[in-house]
Each structure stands twice: as C-alpha cells, then as structure tokens.
C-alpha cells in the first residue's frame, strides 16, 4: 500500500483506480454499492441473487446451492456465502501476496465477523457490536442527546399494558407512533391512537426490554448520508424519502424510495439537516464508530422543524443515490473516503469545502429511484421477471426491454429508465418481497410528496412484465415456507 498522501481528488481517484488490493462487497445483491467497481480497481461482487444473470463482468455468484438452514436475514446470506466452496475458491484464487483482502457488507454479524478472518479477509467496518449497540434505535436518540441533534418529543420506556403506555407517554398526546429497538421501518413502526390499534401490535411491543414512544407529527420522511473521516464528518445533500405508498409497499411506514434534485426542501432545512448530520457523525466518532452512515430526518409539515427520524450505521438503500449523483460523478463518491479509512491510507481532506460544494444546486442533477415491492396477501411463484438493464415506455403506457446494462447513466429522457431484477424466474412472491429497483432521471413525486402520474405509470407497467402462479400455502412444507422468506433484502 502507498504511503503517499493523497492531497487532492485527483490523487483519490488515481489512487483507487491503480489499486492492487482485492475488495469484495458480500451481499444479498450488488445494488447497495452498484458501480462501485468502476471507480476501484480489483473492487468485486460476491452476490447471492445474481440480478444481472450473469452479464456483470465483476459479479461473482456460487452455481451450485450447498445445503443450509433457511435464510432468516442477509446476516445468514453473507454466512452462507462466506462457507461456499465456490466462493472460498474465489477469493482464494485472487489474493494478492498471500492476503485475501478486504471485505464490505451491508448487514453481518459476529459469525460474519469469524468467518471472513478465517478466510484471511479484513472487515471494513466498525465492529457488528459497536454496530448493533449503535442500531438500536433506543440507543440513536441517546446519541443525538449527547450531539445536540433535535429529536421528536419522545420518551424512552418499557410497555407493559396499553394503559401504561398512555400513562407514560401523557405528555406526548393520543396519537403515538411506537418504534421497536431493531428491524426495518416498515415492520416496526406501529402507529396507535387506541387500545384497538395498540392490541394489534400488542405482542411485538411488550416483549421489548424499552421502546421508543414518540409523539405523532404530520412530516415528510428524508434521507441523508455521511461519512465519518479522521478530519470531521463528511455529508451528502439531503433527499426526499417515499415512505408508504401503496403502490410500492404494504407498510404503512415502509421506506420506498428517494429522489435527489437541486435546491430540494428550504435552504434553512438543508442547512439544518447538514448541520445536524455533522454533529452526529462527530458524535458517533466519539462512540468509536469511523466510516459511512445514513440517517433519516422528519420534517414537520406544521412548524417546518427537522427532527431525527433513526440512524443507519452502514451503507443504505440510498446509497446508490448518492454515489452516483452528478457531484459525486464530478469529484468522487462519498463511499471512496469510507474505504480511504479502511484502508489506512493517509489523505487530506477540507470536509466543510467538499460538503459545502456538494451542497450546491449547479452539482446536482435529478434522479428517482423506486422500490417496488409485492403488496397483495398472497404467496405466488414467478413464472417471468423484467430483467436488469434499460427499459423504455411505449406511447401506449406498456414499456419494453431495450438493453441489458449496469449503468443508470444510460438512461435518456423520460422515457427511459434502469431496472435491477431482484426477485427472478422460480422465485416466491409474498407480501413485502422485493421485486426491484426502478431508476428514472427527473422526480416522481409533487412538491406536496404525491406520487406523479409519471411514476404510477412506470410501476403498473413493470409489474406487467411479472407473470406467477397462485400457490395455495397450506399445501407448502414448514421448509417451503421458510424458503419464501419475509426479510429486507436492500
């Protein structure tokens, strides 16, 4: 590794494209870092759902499925990975000097942790303790305190009967949203106003050690990103959030998409959001965490207030929105200081220079993605998937296969747009499973965050390229429903 220091960004970007280390992204799919290969050399996929089967030139995926227990998270998926013959063979068979490399995920845990040193790979993230400890969302206001990073009014507090979360949230109103410490918005959110709705989600709040109770607002979900580096706290702009829609998901607090566009929101929001993502990537320095990290703010629609909705402590679903935003395309992406940190390479950077700068309107260009998910109470099985690439709209509002590509850039005008396949031929379809990935340039919500007809349009027509059989579940084995799944893949 050169002991250089890198002074400007033509030095990073020299630097990561001469790179001789071999760094893999071990995941469910390729989608949360998709491109990054082309900014690092030696930089591969290891992906369990191959979602260009088989035409992406730096995606490895095993052949042959081995025997093992039924997937229960992406954590099992990276494990299951990490044991394949095929993949250990891979990996052994690009080392360099007899060192395995570096190694990304989304999600892992402890086994992940065993398993990839055992294979002489180095883990370029904080510890999946640090990490867990820092994902609790309990734990993430705690943070914000100590940053001084606004929170909705809120307390903290074990629920042993509906009548003692009204006694405990008094303060706080009738109307309440309850979060779990752990798991995907869409599934631990619940929102109750009376004891009906309360017994509705009854069992999963009373098993908690502690929940977090918070007033109920009228706000507009957002997302920003931002990386914690040895010279402050670097941040992305901050965008839109869909959060809900029907079209797209069955929870009613289910994340389903981003847009990024200049000028977005106010330039007080912005500017608060920038400021309290850098107070909180300062702070979670100082809890021992370094490296990329997403938050989601709430913006009061009543009072205009921005308030912190949860910390992801990882790379996230609006990853790939960031890293190939036309500042990032311009410098480079803020991924490439997560791996300037793991890689110990010494550097230099003016972070409020290079946020400040990426901050601006001129540097941005507008992109949409959608995440498309089955929403109906049903268990089918796919017979035929939209495949990955370059889809464009026909004038009669059905859309047709133009392409295969890996690149979101290809996409022209407004009648284009990239999709990546995740659930494929021979795959389940259950309520909440992820089909794919719609990207398309320009926004596809209204100023009031209403899905446009534009994207209404895009959605029915690519669900038209799925075809699947009904599958009745009391016919399926304990295993073959295991093997359906219910868990985030993104």
């Given at each position: 590794?050169?002991?250089?220091?890198?002074?400007?960004?033509?030095?990073?970007?020299?630097?990561?494209?001469?790179?001789?280390?071999?760094?893999?992204?071990?995941?469910?799919?390729?989608?949360?870092?998709?491109?990054?290969?082309?900014?690092?050399?030696?930089?591969?996929?290891?992906?369990?759902?191959d979602?260009?089967?088989?035409?992406?030139?730096?995606?490895?995926?095993?052949?042959?499925?081995?025997?093992?227990?039924?997937?229960?998270?992406?954590?099992?998926?990276?494990?299951?990975?990490?044991?394949h013959?095929e993949?250990?063979?891979?990996?052994?068979?690009?080392?360099?000097n007899?060192?395995?490399?570096?190694?990304?995920?989304?999600?892992?845990?402890?086994?992940?942790?065993?398993l990839?040193?055992?294979?002489?790979?180095?883990?370029?993230?904080?510890?999946?303790?640090?990490?867990?400890?820092?994902?609790?969302?309990?734990?993430?206001?705690?943070?914000?305190?100590?940053?001084?990073?606004a929170?909705?009014?809120?307390?903290?507090s074990?629920?042993?009967?509906?009548?003692?979360?009204?006694?405990?949230?008094?303060?706080?109103?009738?109307?309440?949203?309850?979060?779990?410490?752990?798991?995907?918005?869409?599934?631990?959110?619940?929102?109750?106003?009376?004891?009906?709705?309360?017994?509705?989600?009854?069992?999963?709040?009373?098993?908690?050690?502690?929940?977090?109770?918070?007033?109920?607002?009228?706000?507009?979900?957002?997302?920003?990103?931002?990386?914690?580096?040895k010279?402050?706290?670097?941040?992305?702009?901050?965008?839109?959030?869909l959060?809900?829609?029907?079209?797209?998901?069955?929870?009613?607090?289910?994340?389903?998409?981003?847009?990024?566009?200049?000028n977005?929101?106010?330039?007080?929001?912005?500017?608060?959001?920038?400021?309290?993502?850098?107070?909180?990537?300062?702070?979670?320095?100082?809890?021992?965490?370094?490296?990329?990290?997403?938050?989601?703010?709430?913006?009061?629609?009543?009072n205009?207030?921005?308030?912190?909705?949860?910390?992801?402590?990882?790379?996230?679903?609006?990853?790939?929105?960031?890293?190939?935003?036309?500042?990032?395309?311009?410098?480079?992406?803020?991924?490439?200081?997560?791996?300037?940190?793991?890689?110990?390479?010494?550097?230099?950077?003016?972070?409020?220079?290079?946020?400040?700068?990426?901050?601006?309107?001129?540097?941005?260009?507008?992109?949409?993605?959608?995440?498309?998910?089955?929403?109906?109470?049903?268990?089918?099985?796919?017979?035929?998937?939209?495949s990955?690439?370059?889809?464009?709209?026909?004038?009669?509002?059905?859309?047709?296969?133009?392409?295969?590509?890996?690149?979101?850039?290809?996409?022209?005008?407004?009648?284009?747009?990239?999709?990546?396949?995740i659930?494929?031929?021979?795959?389940?379809?259950?309520?909440?499973?992820?089909?794919g990935?719609?990207?398309?340039?320009?926004?596809?919500?209204?100023?009031?965050?209403?899905?446009?007809?534009?994207?209404?349009?895009?959605?029915?027509?690519?669900?038209?390229?799925?075809r699947a059989?009904?599958?009745?579940?009391?016919?399926?084995?304990?295993?073959?429903?295991?093997?359906?799944?219910?868990?985030?893949?993104?």
């Open positions: 590794m050169s002991t250089k220091t890198l002074k400007t960004i033509a030095d990073i970007r020299a630097f990561f494209k001469s790179n001789e280390t071999p760094i893999y992204f071990i995941s469910a799919t390729n989608f949360n870092l998709l491109g990054m290969d082309e900014w690092v050399n030696n930089f591969k996929y290891i992906s369990h759902i979602c260009f089967e088989g035409q992406h030139p730096n995606l490895f995926s095993p052949k042959e499925e081995v025997p093992h227990d039924e997937f229960q998270s992406i954590e099992d998926i990276n494990n299951y990975l990490l044991q013959p993949v250990i063979e891979y990996i052994k068979s690009r080392s360099v007899g060192k395995a490399g570096k190694a990304l995920f989304l999600m892992f845990d402890e086994k992940t942790e065993e990839a040193r055992g294979l002489g790979l180095d883990v370029c993230f904080p510890s999946s303790k640090l990490r867990s400890f820092l994902d609790n969302k309990v734990n993430t206001n705690r943070t914000a305190e100590k940053a001084g990073v929170c909705v009014p809120y307390v903290l074990p629920v042993t009967s509906f009548e003692h979360l009204r006694k405990v949230s008094e303060k706080l109103g009738d109307s309440l949203v309850v979060q779990t410490p752990y798991g995907d918005s869409g599934h631990t959110t619940f929102f109750i106003s009376n004891e009906e709705e309360f017994n509705t989600y009854k069992e999963e709040i009373l098993k908690e050690k502690e929940v977090k109770i918070m007033k109920r607002i009228n706000c507009y979900g957002t997302a920003i990103e931002g990386c914690v580096t010279h402050g706290t670097l941040v992305a702009p901050l965008m839109t959030e959060v809900g829609f029907k079209e797209l998901t069955p929870y009613k607090g289910g994340w389903c998409g981003n847009e990024i566009y200049g977005a929101f106010t330039p007080d929001i912005r500017e608060k959001a920038k400021t309290y993502t850098q107070r909180f990537g300062d702070q979670l320095r100082k809890e021992g965490y370094k490296g990329y990290f997403e938050l989601d703010f709430l913006i009061d629609k009543d205009g207030e921005v308030y912190l909705g949860e910390l992801n402590p990882r790379i996230s679903g609006a990853s790939s929105m960031t890293n190939h935003a036309l500042f990032a395309m311009t410098d480079v992406p803020l991924f490439l200081f997560h791996l300037l940190e793991w890689l110990d390479v010494p550097y230099e950077v003016d972070v409020n220079t290079l946020t400040n700068r990426w901050a601006q309107a001129e540097n941005m260009d507008s992109w949409s993605q959608l995440i498309i998910k089955h929403t109906r109470k049903t268990l089918e099985f796919t017979t035929e998937a939209a990955s690439g370059i889809w464009e709209m026909q004038k009669n509002g059905r859309i047709k296969f133009k392409k295969m590509d890996a690149h979101r850039q290809s996409v022209v005008g407004d009648n284009e747009a990239f999709f990546l396949q659930t494929q031929k021979d795959d389940y379809l259950y309520e909440g499973a992820d089909m990935i719609l990207v398309m340039r320009g926004r596809l919500m209204t100023d009031d965050f209403q899905l446009i007809e534009r994207a209404k349009r895009w959605i029915k027509a690519l669900r038209m390229q799925y059989d009904m599958i009745d579940s009391s016919l399926l084995t304990e295993e073959e429903l295991m093997e359906a799944g219910d868990f985030k893949l993104l």
